[in-house]
């Protein structure tokens, strides 16, 4: 059987944050120990028993939304306020299978068969009575029938925002 | 998080925990299963005590009232086990209790309020059930 799990790591756009990782498959009643992804030793990401949901590729390659939700606990509070509203911040978002042919359930015990990596970034937050959801979108938009000549520059674009919101001049 | 009174109870069902599996059917019958997580929740411990004296009662009703049990959760003495046996005190590794209430992760949480039915003048019989869960606490 096929144990999915996903690693995120959380970088709020301010300058000198915390860098923030989490992982939802290995339980721990704590943010403590932590735990890398099986076969490595390094990042180390604690737990914590957010989900992810949303849209990973469209075929028009469209920014696309995906959804962490959190616990609506004083650390999910603290996460959102530290991140200013998870306005640009940046999360790498780590979906990895693992396989685990043993009894047991120890880290130790999974190996990992296949793993994909996106990178998002933030568009806000919202509450409800039990969570706390983190928007994202992707990071690059795809090109569009109204750029001209199909390629980016700073003349027709300004500087380029790491969203998609690109005005053209 | 005060444990549960160790009292013994008359009639007990437990029901083991499920694995945070996910299961895709397609039309055909055919079935795929992906898991979320490396640990089971949701144990469940049906517990009856019957015709217990008023004093008895009287401990879970405090233990029910008390807030911290509703929030943090509590554990359960190996009294409500009564009847099985650890690891230990028979020399083997075939304890039920050594596997039911030696679980590091899982913290007990009541399911529904506790029920009290008298039976006669003192005596009541009391149903309680509860849940075992994988509680985390950042």
């Known amino acids: 059987m096929i144990n999915i799990a996903h ?9 000198g944050a915390i860098e923030r990782r989490f992982q939802n498959f290995f339980y721990a009643s704590s943010s403590s120990p932590l735990i890398a992804v099986p076969g490595t030793a390094s990042p180390l990401y604690a737990f914590a028993p957010f989900r992810v949901e949303g849209a990973t590729a469209q075929l028009n390659g469209e920014n696309e939304t995906v959804q962490v939700l959190f616990p609506f606990t004083t650390f999910g509070v603290r996460l959102v306020e530290e ?27 999974y190996l990992v068969s296949a793993q994909y990596t996106d990178f998002y970034i933030g568009v806000g937050a ?4 039990t969570t706390i959801e983190l928007r994202f979108k992707s990071a690059m938009d795809s090109v569009n029938a109204n750029i001209p000549a199909l390629s980016f520059t700073k003349q027709n674009t300004g500087i380029l925002p790491l969203n998609s919101d690109i005005n053209l001049r | 998080m005060a444990a549960f009174p160790s009292l013994r109870p008359s009639q007990r069902t437990i029901s083991m925990g499920q694995a945070p599996i996910k299961e895709y059917r ?17 144990y469940v411990v049906e517990l009856t005590f019957q015709n217990i004296a008023e004093a008895s009662v009287s401990l879970i009703w405090d233990h029910y009232h008390d807030n911290q049990n509703l929030q943090n959760g509590f554990a359960i003495p190996d009294s409500i086990f009564s009847g099985y046996s650890t690891d230990e005190a028979i020399g083997r590794p075939e304890g039920l209790i050594s596997r039911v209430n030696r679980m590091g992760n899982i913290i007990w949480f009541y ?5 009290i039915e008298s ?20």
């Open chain 2, 26 to 42: 397609a039309l055909n019958g055919a079935i795929v299963r992906r898991s979320f997580g490396n640990k089971r929740f949701g």
């Open chain 1, 126 to 129: 919202s509450f409800s009575d």
């Open chain 2, 119 to 138: 039976t006669e003048r003192s005596r009541s019989t009391v149903q309680v059930r509860l849940a075992g869960e994988l509680s985390y606490a950042p």
């Open chain 1, 83 to 109: 991140g200013d509203g998870n306005r640009l911040s940046r999360m790498e978002l780590r979906t990895v299978w693992l396989e685990n042919n043993k009894t047991t359930s120890e880290p130790s015990d």
């Open chain 2, 111 to 115: 399911i529904e309020p506790p029920s």
């Open chain 1, 7 to 15: 690693f995120i790591t959380i970088t709020p756009k301010q300058t």
